[in-house]
């Protein structure tokens, strides 16, 4: 928005010779610019005004993915909230799911340019794995493998009259 408020408190009355040119300067203020302003010619009546405005700062702010490809790209004034947008996603693979942790760094109001990185958590993909026999009764189960553990087989079935060969997926 174009709304800004007139800060009375740092109005100056200054002093000085008539016919000759103020010496007007710009105040500093954080997150703020000075607009380019005019020095004018000291009146005898006293009417002489020199108005400085300022111009909020403006910066950008960009969220991105945590492989680095970008979410969303806003520009931002000095102090402003940021939108967050929608908590991303992160693909699972064989081992993990990955579950959205937050951003990093934490996000805050506008002091400058940022940019935010999409963090996540990994969670372990349980495997169950289940032995079953040739009449598809079930030998053993054990639920907690993850990618690349190595598999506790059980004894080998017997049945009466034959011979057991090997496992099969």
């Given amino acids: 928005d174009n ?15 008539t016919d000759t040119n103020t010496a007007a300067e710009a105040k500093s203020y954080t997150g703020f610019t000075a607009k380019a302003f005019s020095q004018a010619n ?3 009546d006293g009417s002489t005004v020199i ?6 700062e403006t910066y950008a702010v960009t969220f991105n993915n945590y492989n680095g490809s970008q979410i969303s790209s806003d520009t931002y004034r000095y102090g402003a909230t940021v939108s967050v947008p929608a908590n991303p996603s992160k693909p699972s693979d064989e081992t993990y799911t990955y579950e959205f942790a937050g951003w990093s760094p934490a996000v805050t109001i506008v002091t400058g340019a940022q940019t935010y990185t999409a963090q996540f958590n990994p969670v372990y993909i349980n495997y169950t794995i289940t032995f079953v026999d040739y009449d598809n009764n079930e030998i053993s189960t ?25 496992w099969l997926l």
Avoid: A, M, V
Wanted: net charge negative; proline share 4%; hydrophobic share 15%.
């Fill in 3 to 17: 709304n800004y408020t007139e800060i009375t408190d740092d109005e100056q009355s200054l002093t000085g010779t």
């Fill in 42 to 44: 000291i009146k005898g």
């Fill in 51 to 56: 108005s400085i405005y300022y111009d909020w």
């Fill in 142 to 166: 054990k639920t907690d493998y993850h990618y690349g553990d190595s598999i506790t087989k059980p004894s080998d079935p017997t049945k009466r009259k034959y011979k057991f060969d090997k």
